[in-house]
């Protein structure tokens, strides 16, 4: 019902500025999307057993056609000036049958290989080493991702949203989780896909064994706005990546000056701590993304936007108008406690 009501509405939202947002949203997470461009031992497993399924199919179906060509060659053939010769319909032709043969077994064997292959990649990925793994639970929402890193100590606990940061080399386990419909998690320069199914825990493993940024994408349709619940996953130096964990393991920055101080009254008093969490203060709620750290992203909206002050503020003002559907409502504040508000998010570094 919820669905059929918001739909007709979205689609009105969408419908004028369709263009205008396609370019103002596309390329926000820059990011390298490419599975052929493997930054780690699992994508690189995935990565040489697609180059072997091209290989074999490309092999399968020369077969196939050279079978074709040959059989046909080998057949007798018609003439002109005489009738059709029926005669050999029904009589077993023996040069046609064995070229036949040959394609299939031929197709047959290289098909046994793609499986073998496939058995060793699994068996390889399942194998891979998770010696001083980090783990990080991943639940998706409709439509972005939760994410908590896990260590030793609870004190080690932190959470965060849509960006992950992982250190260079180091094995990273995520525990996949929804909380409303199925998603799939799939970073193609570090993994294959994996589903997060309501009500089970799935897991994947990786490591990024090169410093960059590697553009995620939710790879199972889960509603409207599937299409933008991108993600990154941020492979940094590990000196820097701990310095990162260190900074994210702190509660939010306290406000610095008259600004940012108005901004965090704002936000308080608004509705935003209905289902947003700022460690530090009263807002922890789990409804929406923690907001913490906010500040350090480089998205907002799982990579819908660019975090700069004028699209968080039109974000605040009105979510609808970029991504219809989403759970997150307007809010109307007035230009000051709108420049207040996102002066003090952006400050929470
Ligand atoms: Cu989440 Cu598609």
Not at 190 to 200: E, N, S, V
Not at 307 to 327: M, S, Y
Request: aromatic share 6%; hydrophobic share 45%; charged share 20%.
């Amino acid at each position: 019902m919820r669905a059929r009501r918001l739909l007709p509405l979205a689609l009105a939202a969408t419908a004028p500025a369709t263009t205008a947002l396609a370019q103002q949203r596309s390329a926000v997470v820059p990011g390298a999307h490419d599975a052929l461009l493997a930054a780690g031992p699992q994508a690189a497993h995935i990565g040489a057993l697609w180059n072997l399924t091209v290989f074999i199919c490309t092999a399968v179906f020369c077969a196939v056609l050279i079978g074709l060509i040959v059989a046909l060659w080998r057949s007798g053939r018609g003439r002109e000036n005489l009738a059709p010769d029926l005669s050999s319909i029904g009589r077993h032709e023996r040069g046609p049958y064995l070229s036949v043969l040959w394609s299939v077994g031929v197709s047959i064997a290289l098909l046994l290989v793609l499986v073998a292959a496939s058995v060793v990649t699994d068996r390889a990925l399942a194998r891979a080493s998770l010696d001083n793994a980090i783990t990080i639970d991943v639940t998706g929402h409709q439509w972005w991702w939760e994410l908590k890193y896990r260590g030793d100590a609870p004190a080690d606990n932190f959470n965060a949203a849509n960006e992950l940061h992982v250190p260079v080399g180091r094995p990273v386990v995520v525990r996949l989780k929804s909380d409303d419909v199925i998603h799939s998690l799939w970073v193609p320069s570090l993994a294959g896909k994996k589903d997060l199914i309501p009500g089970r825990t799935a897991t994947m493993s990786f490591r990024a064994d090169r410093p960059g940024r590697y553009r995620g994408q939710c790879a199972e349709f889960c509603g409207f706005q599937h299409a933008f619940m991108a993600f990154e996953v941020i492979a940094e130096p590990p000196a820097q990546y701990d310095a990162w964990a260190a900074a994210q393991r702190r509660p939010a920055p306290e406000p610095a000056d008259a600004t940012t101080r108005r901004g965090r009254d704002v936000f308080l008093g608004s509705t935003c701590i209905m289902c947003h969490a700022v460690e530090g203060t009263v807002a922890a709620a789990r409804k929406g993304p923690d907001l913490s750290h906010v500040g350090g992203r480089s998205t907002i909206a799982a990579g819908t936007l660019p975090n700069r002050p004028a699209e968080l503020a039109r974000w605040i003002a009105n979510p609808q108008d970029f991504k219809p559907g989403a759970n997150m409502p307007a809010t109307a504040l007035s230009e000051d406690d709108m420049s207040a508000l996102v002066a003090y998010l952006g400050s929470l570094k």
